[in-house]
């Protein structure tokens, strides 16, 4: 348990301390969602590939007050490439035990609400609709297992304001996450629409 305890205060330095961006990152486009060939040949068909399904990418590596990269670190966007403004995801991350552990995340204009399982427990709303953070310090509160991909951060709170324009979106991310610079940073090619 002191180990647990020992972890989690370091995560929590990480996502308080100030940052800045390390080196200037560029979008990439992730693989392309496409149908299960199993399914097509039982269908008789070829497989459905949509750009529908594209998304894209942004990882971002960070640096501290003196310039010296947290190799640790990573801040990751991902966004539909046909759906502007629509489901965008920022999570923080840190490299524990060889792989990337997400300890914070916002979500902005999600397509479905977020369930809070633990809303009596700790005075959360039952249900958030819209934009919202899963801060780390409510989901520390329920120690290592918040932080287990099958928990998925289960506490989550509502943003002041939705976003109106990517650059809302990487000030909301700045100020929640302690980086400098993430405003300046190049929104997504949304099918040629730039917010």
Same mark, same amino acid.
């Given at each position: 348990m002191i180990e647990s305890g020992?972890?989690?205060?370091?995560? &929590?330095?990480?996502?308080?301390?100030p940052k800045s961006?390390?080196?200037?990152?560029?979008w990439k486009t992730q693989k392309v969602v496409r149908e299960n060939t199993a399914k097509a040949k039982a269908a008789e068909r070829q497989p459905f590939y949509s750009v529908a399904a594209e998304r894209i990418e942004l990882l971002i590596q960070l640096m501290d007050e003196n310039d010296i990269s947290i190799e640790i670190v990573r801040i990751r966007l991902q966004a539909w490439t046909q759906r502007p403004m629509e489901d965008i995801t920022a999570t923080f991350e840190v490299l524990h035990q060889d792989r990337w552990v997400c300890?914070?995340?916002i979500d902005f204009a999600p397509s479905a609400p977020h369930t809070n399982v633990n809303w009596r427990k700790f005075r959360l709303s039952p249900e958030?609709?819209?934009s919202h953070i899963h801060l780390y310090?409510?989901?520390?509160?329920l120690g290592?297992?918040?932080f287990k991909p099958s928990a998925n951060?289960?506490?989550a709170s509502p943003l002041q304001a939705e976003p109106q324009s990517f650059r809302d979106v990487a000030k909301e991310i700045e100020q929640h996450f302690h980086i400098s610079g993430l405003s300046e940073l190049p929104p997504p090619?949304?099918?040629? &629409?730039?917010?």
């Amino acid at each position: 348990m002191i180990e647990s305890g020992k972890k989690l205060e370091e995560w &929590r330095h990480l996502i308080e301390q100030p940052k800045s961006i390390f080196a200037w990152p560029s979008w990439k486009t992730q693989k392309v969602v496409r149908e299960n060939t199993a399914k097509a040949k039982a269908a008789e068909r070829q497989p459905f590939y949509s750009v529908a399904a594209e998304r894209i990418e942004l990882l971002i590596q960070l640096m501290d007050e003196n310039d010296i990269s947290i190799e640790i670190v990573r801040i990751r966007l991902q966004a539909w490439t046909q759906r502007p403004m629509e489901d965008i995801t920022a999570t923080f991350e840190v490299l524990h035990q060889d792989r990337w552990v997400c300890i914070s995340r916002i979500d902005f204009a999600p397509s479905a609400p977020h369930t809070n399982v633990n809303w009596r427990k700790f005075r959360l709303s039952p249900e958030v609709n819209g934009s919202h953070i899963h801060l780390y310090e409510d989901n520390a509160k329920l120690g290592d297992e918040a932080f287990k991909p099958s928990a998925n951060l289960p506490n989550a709170s509502p943003l002041q304001a939705e976003p109106q324009s990517f650059r809302d979106v990487a000030k909301e991310i700045e100020q929640h996450f302690h980086i400098s610079g993430l405003s300046e940073l190049p929104p997504p090619d949304w099918s040629g &629409r730039l917010l």
